[in-house]
């Protein structure tokens, strides 16, 4: 069986680090408080409203994370040709995320899998729940709803051979309270690729909650009082004493 990874995902606007609270950055913080060595990964998703352009604040927030930690580093935002796609490549940058742009033109993921390979690329899945305790898939950093019923968007999706898909929860985003599992089982049983969730991990029994899943390989931290060195290593030590097999390192 494959190690579980815990990763830290990092929300920037105009290349300022927040955290957000469904889907709205609500709280500025600094670079420098993060561990950047004791994670599995680090994802970076850039929210900025300079349009859906890659842009020069988020490239040298990829180029501070590339020098400054060892760890395989996946970003997200602002991509939408082939060559932006290269120049992050070409910093050392190990995923892309996909989220909008494949909704509004799903010529640009199939380039970016035919160019750089299925495992490459993961597409990330914006779930908000209705009254009616239904889930619909929302892009454009949770502001717009597909016309796509969820089920007919996610078979398009897997129909892409896509290499991961990201399961995060616009409702739970920040909220502390857990991941959301009702989310995570309906849907997570359709999908035959490795799964990463993210959106509401508050203590490390949400953790577990979700990686005790078989088919889910990963499970995302976004809020910073997880990300010291001390916090993470007890993380992987609770879910090692639960028999959850992840990376150690003393």
Not at 15 to 27: A, E, I, M, N, Q
Not at 90 to 109: A, C, F, Q, R
């Amino acid at each position: 069986m494959l190690k579980k990874r815990l990763l830290i995902s990092l929300t920037f606007k105009e290349g300022v680090l927040f955290r957000t609270k469904k889907f709205s950055p609500d709280y500025r913080y600094t670079k420098n408080f993060i561990d950047l060595w004791n994670a599995d990964e680090i994802i970076l998703i850039d929210v900025s409203e300079q349009g859906k352009k890659l842009n020069n604040d988020f490239l040298n927030v990829i180029k501070f994370f590339i020098e400054n930690c060892h760890l395989p580093i996946t970003v997200g935002g602002g991509v939408s040709s082939i060559e932006d796609a290269r120049k992050i490549f070409d910093l050392g940058v190990e995923k892309i995320i996909m989220n909008s742009s494949t909704y509004e033109n799903p010529k640009i993921t199939s380039d970016l899998i035919s160019s750089f390979g299925s495992s490459s690329i993961i597409q990330s899945l914006d779930f908000e729940k209705t009254v009616e305790d239904q889930y619909i898939i929302k892009i454009n950093n949770g502001k717009k709803q597909i016309k796509y019923s969820t089920d007919e968007y996610l078979d398009f999706i897997l129909s892409l051979n896509i290499g991961e898909i990201l399961i995060n929860s616009i409702d739970n985003d920040g909220g502390l309270m857990g991941f959301d599992i009702n989310l995570i089982n309906r849907y997570s049983k359709k999908i035959d690729v490795p799964i990463i969730v993210q959106g509401g991990g508050g203590n490390w029994n949400h953790f577990y909650e979700v990686l005790k899943l078989d088919n889910i390989s990963a499970a995302c931290t976004q809020n910073i009082y997880h990300f010291t060195e001390a916090s993470l290593k007890s993380a992987k030590k609770f879910l090692i004493s639960k028999n959850i097999k992840v990376r150690y390192d003393n």
